[in-house]
C-alpha cells in the first residue's frame, strides 16, 4: 500500500469539524469536505442542497457570528 486511508481530519481542524456539528453539518466524510470547501475556500461555493442542510448551517453560523 502506498498511501494511508483518506481522513478529514488530516486536512482540518478537529475543534472546528465538531463546531460545524453543532450548527448542524452531519458528521459524515463527505459533509465534512464540503464544510472545507465552504469555510476555506475563497469564495462560495454552489450549493445542490435537496435537503436543506447546507442551508440550515450556513444560517446557524452566520446567526452566531462564527467565520
Known sequence: ???KSFDCED???P???RE???FGLPSDDHSMENGMCVTKGRRWPL???PQGQAN???KATKQEGWH
Open 47 to 49: 450549493m445542490i442542497d
Open 11 to 13: 486536512l482540518g481542524d
Open 1 to 3: 500500500m502506498l498511501t
Open 15 to 17: 475543534v472546528e469539524m
Open 20 to 22: 460545524w456539528q453543532i
Open 56 to 58: 440550515r448551517f450556513i
